[in-house]
Each structure stands twice: as C-alpha cells, then as structure tokens.
C-alpha cells in the first residue's frame, strides 16, 4: 500500500473520531495489536519512524497521554521534540499557527498537539502540511483515549456490537466520553450516560446515547462503565453540592457493584478522584481494566503514528517485527 492509499484510510490527521468510518476505527484497532508485543520486549523499540520528526505541542497540563506518545514515538524510533507553552513563544503572545509554521520550517513531519480550545487540531491540521493528531482539545475530542478505551473493552468482551456501555460522571467537561461516544456509537454499541443533570450536555440523547438520572439504574443495565473524573478546573461552581455529596449519589463503589446483575467492568482514563466518583477498592479490584487501558494506550498511539505517516494496515506484523511494514 502507498503512502498516500494508506493516509487515505485515515486521513491526514487524527482530530477526532467523529466522522470515522466503522472501518476506519477497526483499522485502528487491529493495527494496534501487533504493536502491543513489542512494550513487551526487552529491547521495545522497532524501526519504523526512523528519521521522522515529531513534535509533541502540549499547551495543557498532561502526564498520561503525553508520556504515552512519547513512548509511542520513541518505541517506533521517531525523534521527538517536547513542546508547552509555558517557556514556549505563545506565552509571548505568538499564535499557534505562527507556532507551528516556525516549526514546520525546521522539517517536522507530524504535530501532537493538546489545547484548551475546542477546535484547535482541526483549525492546526488545515493550515499546515504535516499530519496533526489531537490529544485532547477543551472539552470537544481526545480520540486516541477512545480508542484505547474501546480497545480495552474488545480485549476483554470479545466483542463491541450490542455491548452496553454507560458513561459516568462529568460528561459535560469531558472531550473522552464525546470520543467514546462517537466510536462506541459507529461499532454498534450500545451507550449511555448516567450524572447530575448539571453535567449533562443539552440534547446529549442526540448522539443516540440513553440517559440515566440513577447510578444504580445504570449499574444493573451496563456490561462496562467507564467512570469520569469531576473536571473543577473547568467548573465556576454549582455543579454538584459537594464532592462528598457527589460520591454518595454518584459515587462508584464496591457496595453499588455488588448490587450488578452480571459482572463488571470498570474503567477510567485517569486522573483518579478517589473517594470521589470511584472509591479505591474499585479502582484496584477485580473488575478494574484501568492499567491495561495505560497499556493499550501506547499500542493504539503507535497505530496512529504508523497509520498517519504511511504505513499499511495489513503489514503491521512486519513493521513490529523489524520490517518498514510500508509498501
């Protein structure tokens, strides 16, 4: 496959998984499997991204996601450059499209960037040549987190057509649960959203999601539930009572579970409020996948990184072999 067939099947960039196709996002997916084999080597670094640049533009705090491209990029053998915005020109006032076409002078091929602006990777990868994955953008999209999120349920149900999936928490300040939304949606899944109303987005049953105003209610529905972090750096106040009030109504909890008519899944894309919206015997327990998310993670940001720059979906086995996996 060629590289402009195989950018083709994605795209140039990366900005979000609403509009992806069903084929699109399993593409993803299955390129990402072979890719997890190689975090497990003793020596975790494949040629592929030899002799390509990198910028990783992060104008939000990230621990997470950042170190995850990272090691992404690194295990393909890309150089990385690490950008923020504090020390960076835009704390002079310089714009981001000045940002990134200084950049793009010096040779880059590819831009992961995180901004406080919905819409921000997709103004970016319209305006300049290289390839632009979004890694978060306000609270619009952060799709390699749904997709890893819906990796980690595939490993674990086998399946995504028909498995009921609710989504818990500050949905209206989340880009993770717009992604998980729109990908679970196209795979056939069901989804819903459970939290005070005051974090619900106006018109959410729009994106063909069910609507929970009880925990319990989504707990004896739901196969998984992907349980979301209270956002206060985007709050002003009057969202909820108080955390603690939060964390008796809403509250992710071993008792609560034990309430579920089948067995559990639990995750969370991190950062945990413990004792907020999980409680940390749930967090750890049995039922909790949210390590094997960070795994996934790196596996589905290599796919992504090899997928945008070329490389062909069929000869991912190759490429984490050794080989260029690109024809």
Not at 44 to 51: A, D, E, I, Q
Not at 310 to 315: S, T
């Given at each position: 496959m060629s590289r402009s067939a195989a950018a083709a099947a994605l795209g140039k960039d990366l900005v979000g998984l609403e509009g992806l196709t069903r084929e699109q996002i399993?593409?993803?997916?299955?390129?990402?499997?072979?890719?997890?084999?190689?975090s497990e080597r003793r020596i975790?670094?494949?040629?592929?991204?030899?002799?390509k640049t990198i910028v990783n533009l992060f104008f939000e705090p990230s621990t997470r996601t950042r170190i995850s491209f990272e090691f992404a990029e690194k295990r393909l053998s890309a150089d990385t450059v690490n950008i923020g915005a504090v020390g960076s020109s835009v704390s002079k006032g310089e714009t981001l499209v000045d940002t990134a076409r200084n950049l793009e002078a010096m040779r880059i091929d590819m831009v992961v960037m995180r901004h406080w602006s919905p819409g921000a990777a997709r103004f970016l990868a319209s305006r300049i040549p290289s390839n632009v994955i979004n890694a978060g953008d306000g609270a619009h999209e952060?799709?390699?987190?749904?997709?890893?999120?819906?990796?980690t349920l595939r490993d674990h149900f086998g399946r995504l057509e028909g498995l009921k999936v609710c989504i818990v928490g500050d949905v209206l300040h989340s880009r993770v649960a717009r992604s998980n939304i729109y990908g679970l949606v196209t795979l056939g899944a069901e989804v819903a959203v459970c939290g005070p109303r005051t974090l619900l987005p106006a018109g959410i049953e729009e994106l063909d999601v069910r609507v929970f105003a009880r925990v319990e209610e989504a707990i004896e529905w739901a196969e998984a539930l992907n349980v979301l972090r209270l956002q206060l750096e985007r709050m002003e106040g009057g969202f909820v009572p108080s955390l603690r009030e939060y964390n008796r109504v809403f509250g992710i909890t071993r008792e609560r579970l034990e309430w579920a008519p089948r067995e559990m899944l639990i995750l969370h894309p991190g950062p945990m409020n413990r004792g907020v919206e999980i409680d940390s015997d749930v967090a750890d327990g049995p039922h909790s996948v949210i390590l094997r998310q960070v795994t996934n993670g790196v596996a589905v940001r290599m796919a992504v990184l090899y997928l945008l720059t070329?490389?062909?979906?069929?000869?991912a086995e190759s490429a984490k072999s050794g080989g260029e996996g690109r024809s």
């Open positions: 399993l593409g993803i997916l299955d390129t990402a499997e072979p890719f997890k084999e190689v975790k670094k494949v040629p592929v991204l030899r002799g952060h799709p390699t987190q749904g997709l890893l999120d819906i990796l070329g490389g062909a979906p069929d000869r």
